[in-house]
């Protein structure tokens, strides 16, 4: 596993002048991420996971925050709230063998939606990702994410939709 890069921290503004900052994910963070997961709401729930869950399971906390920061990597945004500093905001890969590319997920606490936040972590990731050699990669989204859709053609990425059936389309992003 890589050393923690710190090269990926940085201070960001939104839309709305809110700052952020952005680092990978550490370790540690496993208690931060089911802190933001109890802030969304069941329909950003069912968009990010493609079903209602009610927790965060261990697994997937332990998964999203142990990273190796090469095939799989965690960006997360944070602000400071007097003496805490909430997550707020997670853009992510990790590679999938069967695919044989890296599966971007992000997601953005509810009440900080639409300030450009998603956007920012996506090509943020996605350019880690290419540094990291990567050059395609895929997401599982819920056909009614339109904000995913909006973000993907936003950013001028060339991508590809398949429909999986049940529920689910799959692009494939050219980056």
């Known amino acids: 596993m890589e050393l923690y890069p710190g090269r990926y921290e940085e201070w960001v503004t939104l839309r709305d002048e809110t700052k952020v900052f952005l680092r990978p994910v550490k370790e540690m963070d496993g208690p931060l991420l089911s802190e933001l997961f109890s802030k969304l709401s069941q329909a950003s729930v069912i968009l990010r996971f493609l079903s209602p869950l009610h927790n965060l399971p261990e697994k997937l906390v332990y998964q999203f925050s142990h990273v190796d920061y090469k095939k799989d990597f965690g960006l997360v945004a944070l602000v400071s709230i007097g003496n805490s500093s909430p997550i707020i905001g997670v ?12 599966e971007l997920a992000v997601v953005v606490r509810d009440d900080l ?26 997401a599982l989204l819920n056909p009614e994410n339109q904000i ?16 999986k059936g049940q529920g689910a389309y799959y692009i494939e992003i050219q980056a």
């Open 91 to 102: 853009g992510r890969y990790a590679y999938d063998s069967e695919t044989e590319r890296p």
């Open 113 to 138: 939606q639409g300030k450009g936040l998603g956007s920012i972590l996506l090509s943020r990731v996605i350019d880690i990702g290419r540094e990291n050699g990567f050059s395609r990669f895929g």
């Open 148 to 163: 995913m859709m909006n973000i993907f053609k936003r950013l001028g990425y060339k991508y590809k939709i398949h429909n």
